[in-house]
């Protein structure tokens, strides 16, 4: 089984659902987005185009940023080919962050807080404890939710379903027929990490 | 993250090449000065040992554990350090942290059996042979590791280049040598001719010469715009103060002029200066290569816009 996720760009109208649901599901401290949204503008008034790009980590099969990493921290499930990091091992080099062309790592360093000199909110602070100080974060295709067999919160939430989450193994998956039905293709093919997060084109 | 780290990161995200700030601000200013440190005393162990100068080992060993502390604070939880050692099969990283800890070692277990500290584990032993077998393959694998990290770092396209490792290599040498000068003027010793050590340094300068040239060269007509926009940074941008006055003029111009005695005599203290000011290039050299680091924007393909 290979965990993969197909984002139609035709589809997304680039409401920050999914990086609002994945900060509301994990508690990620501030400085550290696990999904985000990119807008990228082209061309000159009158022909002017907008794009949302979704990102978020794309499981390589082939990552630079697990072969990077010292201590074995980052990781790939054998079982479903997601790409994980194992915070009591990580020491904090930020090396994997380098080592992902797709920026999609964050360190989470000390003192967060949304409010400044004010410290944490009991809230923030409920939400965050769970988290390592001083260590690498990343997405996880929402683990935890897919043991419970749920989808992550990004795919869940997406208001215009512009988000499929499947198995890439299986050919008759809605994930693998949207691929081959619509052309999905993948960000940085030449850096030949094999990605398994795919876009349809806009 | 402070506030002010936060809207940096926020600008940061935005922006269309985003500066690497992991590995030069912060604790990440302390890889730099660990990999300076690091490369310096590396080379400076190999060429001392080569040309048989007990202070120069000494001081390549003492900057090797200052550059091994660096390393340390780089880390934001250097109590779990060890783990390093778990990776060394895939990770430039984890090799290097093996090379360290074997020149660490192997480095103590020589100078035990040198005279000079009372030789408690007896010159000429088994025991001291092993040492300076490891504090050799340490040193050599600490040259080599730093280059290979950093173009292993694929986020980063100017980094991400063959020519690194070899660049990092070269600079390790030169500042071996130039370690090797400055311990030698700092005795009050002049080189004789026969020593050969000034011709060596600008052999290797020369080389590092033309690994940089080709470097730029790469990196410009690569067709990268990431790396471009590091060449940018490094000659015209950011980083020209560095590049210019510190890599170009401290480091190769500065000791070039001297080596030809144009200026004043070779005495002890213009070698002391060329030496000192090739190490300080060679900082500046690593300082502004590090920080000149931009990470690859993700973009849609042009095909599907």
Not at chain 1, 163 to 176: I, K, Q, Y
Request: charged residues 15%; neutral net charge.
């Amino acid at each position: 089984m290979k965990w993969g996720m197909v984002i139609d760009l035709k589809r997304c109208v680039g409401c920050y659902g999914c990086q609002l649901s994945c900060k509301a599901e994990h508690g990620t401290p501030r400085g550290v987005f696990f999904a985000r949204v990119l807008k990228q503008e082209e061309g000159q008034y009158p022909t002017v185009s907008q794009t949302f790009l979704p990102v978020l980590c794309n499981h390589c099969e082939d990552p630079p940023c697990v072969d990077a990493c010292p201590t074995g921290a980052s990781f790939v499930w054998e079982d479903d080919g997601t790409v994980d990091i194992d915070h009591d091992l990580c020491v904090g080099c930020r090396t994997c962050m380098l080592a992902c062309p797709y920026s999609n790592r964050y360190f989470n360093d000390n003192e967060q807080a949304y409010y400044g000199d004010q410290g944490q909110t009991p809230y923030e602070a409920a939400r965050t404890s769970q988290h390592q100080e001083g260590v690498v974060m990343k997405c996880n295709f929402c683990r935890d939710r897919r043991q419970e067999g749920k989808e992550p919160a990004c795919v869940a939430n997406c208001p215009t379903v512009a988000r499929h989450f499947g198995d890439l193994d299986d050919p008759t998956s809605n994930v693998s027929r949207l691929i081959k039905e619509r052309a999905g293709f993948v960000l940085h093919p030449d850096k030949g990490t094999k990605p398994n997060v795919y876009y349809l084109p806009a | 993250m402070t506030s002010a780290r936060y809207d940096q990161l926020i600008n940061d995200l935005k922006s269309e090449y985003r500066p690497q700030r992991e590995w030069a601000e912060g604790r990440g200013a302390f890889l730099i000065y660990g990999h300076f440190l690091v490369g310096v005393a590396a080379g400076g162990w190999l060429l001392s040992r080569y040309f048989g100068s007990f202070d120069g080992m000494v001081l390549s060993y003492l900057l090797a554990c200052l550059g091994g502390l660096a390393h340390l604070v780089n880390l934001a939880r250097p109590e779990r350090a060890l783990n390093m050692m778990l990776r060394y099969k895939t990770s430039w990283v984890s090799r290097g942290f093996w090379g360290l800890t074997f020149f660490m070692i192997g480095g103590l277990l020589y100078f035990l059996s040198r005279s000079e500290f009372g030789a408690p584990l007896g010159e000429g032993s088994r025991i001291s042979a092993a040492g300076d077998i490891l504090a050799i393959i340490g040193s050599l694998t600490m040259m080599c590791y730093m280059g290979f990290v950093y173009t292993a770092s694929k986020g980063i396209p100017f980094w991400n280049s063959t020519l690194h490792p070899v660049l990092y290599i070269a600079y390790a040498i030169r500042g071996g040598i130039a370690v090797l000068v400055l311990t030698l003027a700092l005795r009050g010793q002049e080189l004789g001719g026969e020593s050969g050590l000034l011709e060596l340094w600008i052999g290797v300068t020369a080389v590092v010469i033309v690994l940089w040239v080709l470097e730029i060269q790469g990196a410009v007509s690569s067709g990268d715009e990431t790396a471009k926009r590091s060449i940018n940074d490094l000659l015209a941008g950011r980083l020209a103060v560095y590049f210019y006055g510190g890599t170009l003029l401290i480091g190769l111009v500065v000791p070039l002029v001297l080596t030809t005695g144009t200026i004043a005599p070779l005495s002890a203290s213009i070698l002391a200066v060329i030496g000192l000011a090739s190490i300080i290039g060679d900082f500046f050299m690593k300082y502004s290569s590090i920080k000149a680091g931009v990470y690859l924007p993700v973009r849609l393909p042009h095909l599907h816009r």
